[in-house]
């Protein structure tokens, strides 16, 4: 996937584009993944890097979601177990089954937990993973030996899936690409094109070559997440705000705290949350929240009633109390979630995704989840053909292999995430034995894969390599701060950077990774 490549195929088309998408997260690049794989022409920008924001900063399930079951929000459970078990067959090298548990600390926990996880099982039918059971107290301590065990009274076992959220995110920019798609990080949409009264295009502006294009379509989507009202007022500059504003926080620790490979659920925490406590890349995630805020930004951060309300909670149900000290990361991400009233009470409002055309023709696409991307794509392409004249095809994404397929096992544990792809850098470290070697002694990540994703994940700066492509920011915040150095050389290059850039990329990358300190 090689940036000259998209921007060239952008820049240089002779007639519009069937379809152009805005927005670079889950939403954005499933849309384009879908729309190239009918056979239309499609170009996507983001203003940063692929999942810079809401879609890399997920709690890394791809779920049901049990809290929407017992919301009553039948419809949406059903929808997300189905696109479960889909992801898992269509990128089974980044999505598997995660056992969870949820122990339980009253005597009616146990039947009425555990017949609301037999729900959970039939809703998902045949596309279910192993169906779940009641766990004895002594089975509960088996499956979580640091649970908390005082008033433990036994515990109910389910299983959902677990993914690496950025990295699909790569491998679906990667698999528009290799369908025709140009695929564009670091371009910025700074307005639209009308043709009596019509939107017929958008100005970009590439943030890293510098200059400004302007690229012609019969349909625009705006897939911009929590920025997607400021897209609305683009078009219409008295647009009235859709998006309520929820962000969520995790905390990640050692896998001292949760060694076992199975996670822990909480259903309902005493003000009436969900919390996860989950095995993540041989470290332990922890959330998360749902704070209504009133702006959005590319780097929010954890407000200190969220970091107390976190740790408060691990401490409550792990018998070895994790402290301010042992967090190795702290990151927070934002939901798009769509206004009901006014929009106040986030953690009431709807995870279903929603379609909204403007008077002038832009499509907005916004709400919804991860687990769900794959459908909201398929619907808000079906949109597209109807609204944009196209020829009307349909959907080929539901068994589609998403680049990277592979049930292979990695040639080693790190390239797992790369899946078929790890054979290719495997072989970077057989020609160079130096690119071998750690990038920080901390980090579980070799200098090949940097190497690699510059070559072809289109990573561009440090940050993308140490946020995205692998995930050291979020496992150790500061070890990725000492591996900066490391990765800039490396970058530098790849992309024939001079000792001024890489300067500059270490001081961005360590001032952005500051925040991530607990």
Not at 81 to 98: C, F, K, Y
Not at 252 to 266: D, E, H, N, Y
Not at 341 to 359: E, K, M, W, Y
């Amino acid at each position: 996937m090689k940036r000259e490549t998209s921007l060239d195929r952008a820049k240089n088309a002779d007639k519009p584009f069937d379809v152009v998408i805005v927005g670079g997260g889950a939403s954005g690049l499933g849309a384009a993944v879908d729309a190239a794989s009918r056979g239309h022409s499609v170009a996507l920008f983001e203003q940063a890097d692929f999942a810079k924001g809401t879609s890399s900063r997920s709690t890394k399930l791809v779920h049901g979601g049990v809290r929407y079951l017992q919301q009553g929000n039948v419809s949406l459970v059903l929808e997300a177990l189905r696109e479960r078990g889909r992801l898992t067959h269509n990128a089974p090298h980044l999505v598997h089954s995660q056992a969870f548990v949820i122990p339980n600390y009253s005597w009616w926990e146990g039947p009425f937990y555990g017949i609301g996880m037999k729900v959970y099982d039939q809703l998902a039918g045949k596309l279910g993973l192993a169906p779940s059971h009641h766990l004895s107290r002594e089975e509960t301590i088996k499956e979580i030996p640091t649970v908390e065990t005082e008033n433990l009274v036994g515990g109910v076992i389910y299983h959902d899936g677990q993914f690496d959220d950025s990295r699909l995110a790569v491998n679906l920019a990667q698999t528009a690409e290799k369908l025709g798609a140009a695929v564009l990080n670091y371009c910025r949409c700074v307005g639209l094109i009308k043709e009596n009264g019509v939107v017929a295009g958008v100005e970009i502006e590439d943030l890293e070559g510098g200059g400004q294009f302007t690229v012609r379509a019969k349909t625009v989507i705006n897939a911009t997440g929590v920025f997607a009202d400021d897209m609305r007022r683009m078009d219409e500059p008295a647009a009235k705000n859709i998006i309520a504003v929820s962000q969520g926080i995790h905390i990640v620790l050692p896998k001292r705290f949760l060694p076992g490979s199975s996670a822990i659920m909480i259903p309902k925490t005493a003000d009436g949350r969900v919390l996860f406590a989950v095995p993540w890349h041989d470290h332990v995630v922890v959330g998360t929240t749902d704070t209504p805020l009133p702006t959005h930004s590319l780097e929010p951060r954890a407000l200190p009633e969220e970091r107390e309300f976190v740790l408060t909670h691990a401490c409550k149900y792990l018998t070895d109390d994790p402290s301010a000290d042992d967090v190795l990361s702290i990151f927070a991400g934002l939901r798009p979630l769509v206004k009901h009233g006014d929009g106040s009470d986030t953690a009431a409002l709807s995870r279903d995704h929603s379609i909204i055309v403007s008077g002038s023709g832009l499509i907005t696409l916004t709400g919804g989840k991860w687990t769900t991307y794959r459908k909201m794509a398929e619907d808000v392409i079906d949109q597209a053909q109807t609204l944009g004249g196209l020829s009307e095809r349909r959907c080929r994404t539901e068994e589609m292999q998403i680049h990277g397929w592979t049930h292979a096992e990695p040639a080693r544990q790190n390239l797992a995430p790369y899946g078929c792809e790890g054979l290719k850098i495997d072989a970077l470290i057989k020609q160079d034995a130096s690119l071998g070697e750690p990038i920080h002694p901390a980090l579980p990540y070799q200098k090949a894969e940097a190497v690699w994703h510059a070559r072809e994940e289109m990573a561009r700066t440090v940050e993308d390599v140490l946020a995205r492509r692998t995930r050291a920011m979020l496992l150790n915040a500061r070890a990725s701060i000492e591996a900066a150095p490391v990765v800039a050389d490396l970058l530098a290059a790849e992309l024939g950077q001079d000792e001024a850039w890489k300067s500059a990329q270490v001081a961005e990358y360590t001032k952005l990774a500051e925040g991530y300190i607990f």
